[in-house]
Structures are given as C-alpha cells and as structure tokens.
C-alpha cells in the first residue's frame, strides 16, 4: 500500500490578526518541538486569514519552522477588475503551499456554486497551489440521499478539466458536524473517504487516487483524532475551533494511532 503522510491542517477562519498570528505560529512550533513532534508522522498547516499571511512567511522562512500555511480561499481570476479579491499568484508569492477551497462556509455564506469551485480549483493549479478541496453533507442531503451522494457529486463538479498530477487534497467535511461538537464517527468518515477514492480513481487514475490524502472535517479534537486516523481511507484532519488552541492543536498533530 502507499504511505500517505497524515495532514493535520488548523482552518482558524476569520481569528487571529497579523501579531497574533505570528505570537501562535511560534508558540505552535515550540509546542510540537517540545514534545518531539516527528515531521515524518504527519504534515502540520495553518490556513490563516489573508492578511496574516505575509507575517507568517516572514516567521516560517526566518526561523526554518516546519510548518506549512495556505490561505482560506482563491481567486477563479488572475487578476483585474474583481474588487475585493486576492490572486493564487499572490498567495504562491508568499509561498503558499495549499488554499482551502470550496469550505462549506463559503458555500453556505457566499453562494459559491460548484462550477465557482471548479474554477478556484483551476486558478490554484495555475499557480502552484495545492487545493485543500472541501466537499460534505448537510444534515438535509444526508436524510435524503445518504452519506455519500453529495460529497462525491460535489468532487467529480470540483474536479472537472482538473490535471491529477498538480496536487490535491479532499477534505470531508460533513455541514453538521462542522462546529458543532457532533463529530461523524470513524465509520461514516471512512465510507465517505472511500467513495470519494472512488472518484479519484475514476476521474484521475488509481496511482493519483492512492496518493492523495483524504481528510475528514468536523468538531475534531484530541480526544476523537487516533479514531479517525485509524480509518484507512483517513489521512488527516481538516481543524476548525480546535485549531485555535495551542495545547489542544498540537496534540491532534501528535496523534497516536
Ligand atoms: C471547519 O470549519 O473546517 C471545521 C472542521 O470546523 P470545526 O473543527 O470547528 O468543526
């Protein structure tokens, strides 16, 4: 089997300003330093706002902290005329490596349609971002069509005219476990992850769809992380509220399965 390494990945949304960010990113890196945190068990990001960005490239490149970060969000456009929005080539030139796109919150908030998504997965392709795909259920579309319907229609829309071999990571993240302390269990977690394998297979190739990490999102904790892990179709977690908590974020970062 290929080893995936596991992605735990801190969504903090709209928290933290600019000197906030860089007092957490550092406190973060002593944290997971001083208990040994091997980098080799699992890849650590942070999604920080936009406007935290340029601090915390500054703090990761000066101190070598090996932390990865990437913006919550992505331009469909390059640049011009779009008030209000920011270019994946100005987030590749703060050296992001992943941008969150599709999150459920933008969805909702934003009405943001899966063909926007598709062309916000495109536009980080552009530029050498990795998406960190998000794609989940509300508790409505889970009473009429089940688990999977949803989240798997909602990858094969994100994934159209996609090239495989650019980079991506799917995040499952059901809406009604998302904030609200009502996580999926491992089990429903690992249905879903293996349809949307499914897909990747599908739609890419069985060699793309082994490397690509599958994580599962929602009311993630330290006490719930090693349950899903344990799941073979769960390389990770997509952390919102429990990312904002130094202690308890890198101690889902050093999970035991
Ligand atoms: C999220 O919004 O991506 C998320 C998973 O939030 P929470 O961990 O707070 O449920």
Redesign the pocket.
């Known amino acids: 089997a290929v080893k995936r390494t596991p992605f735990i990945a801190g969504?903090w949304?709209m928290n933290l300003d600019h000197l906030q960010s860089i007092a957490f990113v550092q406190k973060l890196a002593w944290s997971l330093a001083d208990a040994k945190h091997d980098f080799a068990d699992a890849e650590v990001a942070v999604f920080p706002p936009f406007t935290d960005l340029r601090s915390v490239q500054t703090l990761v490149s000066a101190d070598s902290l090996p932390i990865a970060y990437g913006a919550q969000d992505v331009s469909a456009h390059d640049s011009g005329a779009y008030t209000g929005e920011i270019s994946g080539a100005f987030l590749a030139a703060l050296d992001c490596r992943y941008v969150i796109i599709g999150?459920s919150?933008r969805r909702t908030l934003h009405g943001e349609s899966d063909a926007d998504i598709n062309a916000k997965v495109l536009a980080a392709h552009r530029h050498g971002l990795i998406p960190v795909l998000?794609v989940g259920e509300t508790a409505e579309d889970l009473e009429a069509h089940g688990p999977s319907a949803v989240p798997v229609a909602q990858l094969r829309a994100a994934l159209e005219g996609v090239d495989g071999s650019k980079g991506l990571v799917v995040a499952y993240?059901p809406v009604w476990?998302?904030?609200?302390g009502q996580a999926a269990t491992p089990d429903q977690a690992e249905q879903v992850a293996a349809a949307l394998r499914g897909v990747l297979t599908e739609v890419f190739d069985d060699e793309i769809a082994q490397a690509t990490r599958v994580l599962y999102?929602?009311?993630?904790k330290a006490a719930n992380i090693a349950s899903f892990l344990r799941e073979p179709n769960v390389d990770g977690a997509?952390?919102?509220?429990?990312s904002l908590d130094i202690a308890e974020f890198s101690s889902i970062a050093r999970f035991k399965k």
């Open positions: 969504n949304k999150h919150e998000c993240e476990a998302i904030g609200s999102g929602g009311s993630v997509l952390v919102g509220g429990a």
